[in-house]
């Protein structure tokens, strides 16, 4: 009699599991090329496609790099800063407070908005903490994560993240009701942990940038127009240094010089360099009586170049949505500052684009968060609202300006916190003028307090002020 023992599950893949890691290991080493040539384009270490035809084989090795990629990307990413997060019914946010502390999301979520731009997503995984510790959310690069979508429920239906821990491949799968952790054991994986959520969902998000409905996967802000006018560029500065090779010393020409002025005292031949700094600034007459004519060539003028360079910085201007002088270039005529401020309208809306869809990931992160730590998901009625700072970055005087004339038309409360939040104060600033607002409350009820009774004739047989005022259920909150 045979006796068949099946595998434990917490110890092997199962084939629908196993099915799945390699679908989804096939997607991320399909897509890591192109991820690799975007950060290569970000990093300025891409390497310049070389026509063959000015460049010398002994400047091959030459590299120029222009910035233009990261300088776009990066100025739309400084316009994306997330302050908080707070209930839409204006209730005590303390607890998404926490969880966002807890994984120090303001400045994780920097990185993530990066990721995106460049890449054109990330990813942003939910879990269990430690015991007694708030969820884990952490942001993941594509590099290393992908999942399979459900284009009909906009749902994630699996989710796969790779690393490389201590020389072992590790494989995190994600699955509606756990997530299974495994290590590559002598070409196979094996299980050494499983998080039985049940949530009914897959606790990973995209982050994606410049969707379309035919593609949600998302498009980075490094396009192929991007690519090919920083390589176009690149050429360029290469050509300029090539140039400054065979130009940088003035090109001279002798007639009527004798050989004698290209040798030594023993009549061998001088080196090109012992020529050109020595003899030819002091040349003999000839029998006779001639003196050579030396003249030089018209030296050789970049600015014909350089004003190429120009036109592909004013190009990528357009094409990164920024101000040109952003990327460097520069007129004789200075922009005003309506000018500046207009150049950057495009790329203001841009960034509200973004934040509108970044939003929506973040929200939905901290749902996801409550649901792990409650057990249960919170109510939809209650929405998560997501703070972020002013992409327009106004002057303060114009923010001041308008908030005032929105309080003396009566259209906000002069202590309410969106009056503060239009000043342009961030969370942190504005948490601590509704505390002085409370101390200040305080202070004043309890001045009042000392000339009711002072007018009563008890005030010599009052104790000091300071313990009128110690206690939340004192005098001074009466």
Not at 82 to 103: H, K, Q, Y
Not at 156 to 179: F, H, K, M, N
Not at 415 to 442: F, K, N, P, W, Y
Request: hydrophobic residues 40%; contains cysteine; charged residues 25%.
């Amino acid at each position: 009699m045979t006796v068949v023992i099946p595998e434990l599950p917490l110890l092997a893949l199962s084939p629908d599991e196993m099915d799945l890691v390699t679908k989804l290991r096939t997607d991320l080493l399909t897509q890591r090329f192109k991820l690799e040539l975007l950060d290569a384009y970000f990093n300025g270490e891409q390497v310049i496609r070389d026509l063959g035809i000015s460049i010398p084989p002994q400047l091959k090795s030459l590299h120029t790099v222009i910035g233009w990629p990261r300088t776009g990307v990066e100025s739309l990413e400084e316009r994306l800063d997330l302050e908080a997060f707070r209930w839409a019914d204006g209730s005590d946010a303390t607890d998404l407070e926490e969880i966002a502390e807890s994984n120090n999301l303001y400045d994780e979520a920097s990185l993530a908005h990066l990721d995106a731009l460049t890449y054109g997503r990330e990813y942003v995984s939910v879990g269990s903490g430690e015991a007694g510790d708030p969820p884990l959310i952490t942001f993941e690069s594509p590099l290393d994560m992908t999942m399979l979508w459900d284009a009909r429920l906009r749902l994630a239906t699996a989710a796969l993240r790779e690393s490389v821990e201590d020389g072992t491949r590790i494989v995190t799968l994600y699955l509606p009701d756990q997530t299974v952790y495994a290590a590559e054991v002598q070409g196979g994986w094996e299980v050494f942990d499983r998080d039985i959520h049940r949530l009914g969902m897959v606790p990973v998000l995209r982050m994606a940038n410049r969707q379309r409905t035919a593609d949600r996967i998302g498009k980075s802000e490094i396009t192929p127009e991007v690519m090919s006018i920083t390589d176009a560029a690149c050429r360029r500065l290469m050509g300029i240094e090539v140039q400054s090779e065979f130009f940088g010393a003035p090109q001279r020409y002798i007639l009527g010089a004798s050989e004698s002025a290209f040798q030594d005292a023993e009549g061998n031949a001088r080196s090109a360099w012992e020529t050109y700094i020595g003899r030819v600034l002091a040349l003999e007459r000839d029998e006779d009586g001639n003196v050579p004519t030396v003249g030089a060539f018209t030296a050789h003028d970049p600015s014909g170049q350089t004003k190429i360079i120009d036109l592909y910085a004013r190009i990528m201007a357009s094409q990164l949505s920024v101000a040109p002088h952003v990327l460097g270039y520069s007129s004789d005529n200075p922009a005003s500052a309506d000018a500046i401020q207009f150049a950057d309208n495009r790329q203001v809306k841009k960034a509200e684009r973004r934040i509108r869809r970044f939003s929506a990931t973040h929200r939905d992160a901290m749902r996801l968060a409550l649901w792990f730590r409650e057990g249960e998901p919170p109510p939809k009625e209650r929405r998560i609202e997501c703070v972020w700072r002013n992409p327009a970055t106004p002057t303060l005087a114009a923010q001041t300006d308008a908030t005032v004339k929105l309080v003396q038309q009566g259209i906000i409360p002069a202590d309410s916190d969106v009056a503060l939040e239009m000043a342009g104060l961030t969370e942190d600033q504005r948490r601590r003028v509704h505390a002085d607002r409370r101390r200040a409350a305080a202070g004043a009820a309890s001045g009042r307090l000392m000339e009711r009774l002072a007018a009563l004739g008890g005030a010599e047989e009052l104790p000091p002020s300071s313990e009128v005022t110690g206690g939340d259920d004192g005098l001074g909150q009466q």
